[in-house]
């Protein structure tokens, strides 16, 4: 079983709508980080979230963390057509291996 | 700084045959991870090295599937005798350790077995 798993495995929004993508995550953690990937390329990190921490910004990105449910979200507002990705949660919850989640394929139309 | 790098892109092998996957982490970063990526199976974790010691292979196949990392500036996946059902997309990344979690990616090489 997953560590951690997005919530949705598709999402398709007009370019300049908002978009949320959710993850849940078991057992403890100490951060939850959210990849992009692109295709033909690896995952690139957009946000690191901290277990001590309940939001994290990174321009059009906004990611939050909730211990208590243990869950996560990244929100992306203003979305452009590059923004179409598979987008990951991951989670760390001892040292430094990340595990993924399966991701959520977004697609932002014209 | 060219990122972590992973040569070939691509390779295809035959039933059997050996495939050797090669990776060049960022200079100075001390952790070096591969993860083998599927449509099915998503991205899974294989093996690890911190300053080239193996840390942790809990992922890795136990038959067939070696990792080594000779020195700081490479790292190499060995799959003996492969099998259709290797085939992936295999991804190394690199992490400076005590600075940040953040896991830096190379292209991945995607492996077909014929």
């Known amino acids: 079983s997953q560590l951690a798993e997005e919530n949705s495995w598709a999402l398709s929004v007009h370019e300049g709508e908002s978009v949320t993508v959710n993850c849940s995550y078991k057992t403890s953690i100490t951060a939850l980080q959210w990849y992009r990937q692109k295709s033909g390329k690896g995952p690139a990190q957009l946000i690191l979230?901290?277990?001590?921490?309940r939001e994290k910004r990174n321009g059009r990105l906004r990611a939050t963390l909730d211990t208590s449910s243990q869950s996560s979200s990244l929100s992306i507002t203003a979305t452009r057509c590059e923004d179409t990705a598979v987008y990951f949660c991951?989670?760390?919850?001892?040292?430094?291996?990340?595990?993924f989640g399966g991701g959520t394929r977004l697609t932002v139309r014209p | 700084n060219a990122g972590v790098i992973q040569t070939p892109r691509h390779k295809v092998t035959g039933k059997g045959q050996e495939a050797t996957l090669w990776c060049e982490p960022i200079s100075g970063h001390s952790a070096v991870f591969w993860y083998r990526q599927t449509i099915v199976q998503g991205l899974e974790f294989l093996t690890y090295f911190r300053n080239q010691a193996p840390i942790d292979d809990s992922g890795m196949p136990k038959e067939r599937f070696s990792a080594q990392m000779p020195n700081q500036s490479h790292s190499t996946l060995k799959i003996q005798s492969t099998q259709p059902q290797d085939s992936a997309v295999y991804l190394c990344?690199?992490?400076?350790?005590?600075?940040?979690?953040?896991?830096?990616f190379g292209s991945g090489t995607r492996l077909t077995v014929l």
């Open positions: 991951a989670a760390n919850n001892a040292g430094a291996k990340l595990t």
């Open positions: 990344a690199s992490n400076p350790l005590g600075i940040t979690e953040t896991l830096y």
């Open positions: 979230i901290r277990s001590n921490e």
